[in-house]
């Protein structure tokens, strides 16, 4: 796609280039460095799952996670209410309601899911788990 002798001898019709898409790593790419690059963008993603981590170990078995803890995300951290499951749907109503949004689990395994990739600031998490203690403390 990207050899310009190709490109002329089909008259710029071989494929077209996902410009947009190239663009949009660009700027992803840009925001990645002005944090510090990979390294550090990989320190904020450890602090950002072990911040949620520790209020799930720490909450005493109201929430539990449900994954071993060799094969952890620190991506997608899914948690459960183990001992009233139709307490989750409280919690996931609630947690809509103070602007913590897609908490459902998926659809085939229940629970809540946390999304907290590169775009979730650790804030976003923090107000999770602060959320998290609140309604532990409430329920």
């Known amino acids: 796609m990207l050899d310009w002798t190709v490109m002329d001898e089909n008259k710029s019709l071989y ?8 663009y949009m790593c660009g700027l992803v790419f840009k925001h990645l460095l002005s944090l510090g690059g990979l390294d550090k963008v990989e320190q904020i993603n450890k ?3 072990g911040i949620l981590y520790e209020a799930i170990e720490q909450s005493k078995g109201f929430y ?3 994954v071993d803890v060799r094969a952890r995300s620190a991506m997608n951290v899914p948690f459960t ?10 919690f996931v109503q609630e947690a809509e309601a103070q602007g ?33 203690k609140d309604f532990q403390a409430r329920n």
């Open 15 to 22: 494929n077209t280039p996902p410009c947009f898409s190239i």
């Open 47 to 49: 602090a950002k799952c």
């Open 100 to 132: 913590l949004v897609n908490l459902k689990g998926h659809r085939s395994v229940g629970g809540m899911r946390a999304s907290i990739y590169n775009a979730m600031p650790i804030q976003g998490v923090q107000k999770l788990v602060d959320f998290m």
């Open 81 to 90: 209410i183990p001992g009233n499951p139709d307490l989750e749907k409280v």
């Open 64 to 66: 539990d996670c449900p």
